[in-house]
């Protein structure tokens, strides 16, 4: 490899990540136009291995912002980030997976949810799959596959 593959190949690994991260902080913060815009125009979403829904983004956003609403706290960790980029001999192609882990605390909605002096009363985990793709605005999912593990709820 070149120095320039190389660099290339960084700012690819660099601007998916980003791209993760956005996610979790789209999600998080309840930005569904944040999340819209994250996936290319036919991108797909599939929780249903948490007991959600599979379609269009769009669609599963419209979900999620009618779920959310449950947990009106709630963080994704999303960690051990493995990123595989399309290789076209030796060249960054335009195609990207990333395989990561996710720990998501979140506290139901209730009485007593004032974030300022509640804790997580659901967890869940398990990992993600996104594919991603170059597009001329930038690295996009192009699918997001959740891939819960284990889910723990209190009183």
Known sequence: MTQRVDLATVMDRLAIDEVVT???VAVDDGDWAA???LFTSGGRADYSSAGGIEGPAAE???WLAQTMTL???RQHLIVNRLIRLEDLGGSPGDGAEVR???LNPMRLAGPDSDP???SPNFVAAGRYTFALARTRDGWRLTRVTV???WRH???
Do not use: W
Request: glycine share 4%.
């Open 22 to 24: 956005g996610y979790a």
């Open 35 to 37: 999340y819209r815009a």
């Open 60 to 62: 599963v956003a419209d």
């Open 71 to 73: 947990f009106p706290v």
């Open 100 to 102: 990561a882990d996710f």
């Open 116 to 118: 300022a002096v509640t």
């Open 147 to 149: 891939h819960e593990t």
């Open 153 to 155: 709820m209190t009183a």
